[in-house]
């Protein structure tokens, strides 16, 4: 009878998880933005060689976006020297200057909306500090997003070893 | 193709969904949340307050498709982090997960769930990994199986005794 009890406590929470994970779903992001150095074999990274230099969580928001502006490319990389290669990667297209530049652009626009929300969070001296704890939560965020691609645009434009890997 | 939000989505209510399942069958296992607000949370998908063995037992499904060993009374917290990939998982994305064990030291062990199978990259960042904090992955072959182990009891027989595994 206890154990029934019990049972039927935890299924009391069963349901509890699904219902928050689709709460949160705008702000999900189990993906990173990360900024990789390969070592690579005629052209092609090899996995193995692989060291992750910086990263940040990246949200879904701009992996979606990147991915309507074609700004997200598939490549197959080696798994090791002299094997074929046939381990699909996501990265953010490098190929041309205009595709670092366009989702630079997209993440400082959403870095400004970010400071007007907390902004508006503030009526005088009052301060929301439960928004403006969120508010700032997400803008870190960004910046850290910020600070991922303004390495790669600025540091590693034209370095085909280094590649900003979504994953 | 589904948008990358609708594919995480997804892939993290699967793995709720298998986790919250195993607790139907199982005692002492919660699947909750770290986060219940907006904000980010810093690698951790899925939260699991658990016996600490259920990973041994787990390892075991996964390695003879079953197990008979007596989950235990003490509990650990566990950071699940969940890919939803139809692919491997590369050394860049198994670094990711174990970069954020050091944001995450109040969980006794971190898994990670999804992908086709590990790079060798990808398995020795774990085995190195494995030296400071337990570290397991799942791949998604690896979570069928366990999902074979546990299926989904109707709502009409969940009170049931016999719906519990001894």
């Not at chain 1, 219902?19 to 070592?39: A, C, G, N, P, T």
């Not at chain 1, 502006?69 to 996501?90: M, Q, T, Y």
């Not at chain 1, 910020?146 to 034209?158: G, L």
């Not at chain 2, 949340?33 to 980010?40: G, I, K, L, V």
Request: proline content about 4%; glycine content about 4%; hydrophobic content about 35%.
């Amino acid at each position: 009878m206890r154990q029934n009890c019990r049972q039927k406590t935890k299924l009391g929470h069963f349901t509890a998880p699904v219902l928050i994970l689709q709460i949160r779903k705008d702000f999900s992001m189990s993906q990173k933005l990360m900024l990789v150095k390969y070592e690579l074999e005629g052209d092609i990274p090899v996995d193995e060689s692989s060291e992750n230099l910086r990263s940040a969580h990246a949200p879904d928001e701009l992996i979606d976006w990147a991915a309507e502006n074609e700004l997200l490319s598939e490549i197959k990389i080696k798994e090791s020297a002299g094997e074929v290669a046939d381990i699909p990667v996501s990265i953010i297209n490098d190929s041309e200057d205009r595709c670092l530049e366009s989702i630079l652009q997209y993440v400082e626009s959403t870095l400004i909306r970010c400071i007007e929300d907390a902004y508006s969070h503030i009526s005088g001296s009052l301060l929301i500090s439960k928004e403006l704890d969120n508010n700032f939560e997400v803008l870190h965020l960004w910046l850290e997003v910020r600070k991922v691609i303004k390495e790669k645009k600025e540091e590693y434009c034209n370095n085909c070893n280094i590649k900003l890997v979504v994953g | 193709m589904s948008k990358n939000s609708e594919k995480g989505r997804k892939g993290e209510l699967a793995v709720t969904s298998i986790l919250s399942n195993i607790g139907v069958h199982e005692p002492r296992i919660e699947v909750i949340r770290a986060n219940t607000t907006t904000t980010p949370e810093n690698g951790v998908d899925i939260a699991l307050k658990c016996p600490h063995n259920l990973s041994s037992k787990l390892d075991e499904i996964v390695s003879t498709g079953k197990s008979d060993i007596a989950l235990a009374n003490s509990q650990i917290d566990v950071r699940v982090q969940v890919k939803n990939y139809q692919r491997p998982i590369s050394k860049a994305v198994a670094q990711g997960f174990v970069d954020d064990i050091s944001k995450n030291q109040h969980f006794a062990e971190h898994w990670g769930v999804g992908g086709t199978r590990l790079t060798k990259g990808a398995q020795e960042v774990l085995a190195k990994a494995s030296e400071v904090a337990p570290v397991k992955w799942y791949t998604a072959p690896d979570f069928v199986k366990i999902q074979a182990q546990y299926p989904a009891v109707p709502f009409t027989d969940i009170n049931c005794d016999d719906g519990q595994k001894s």
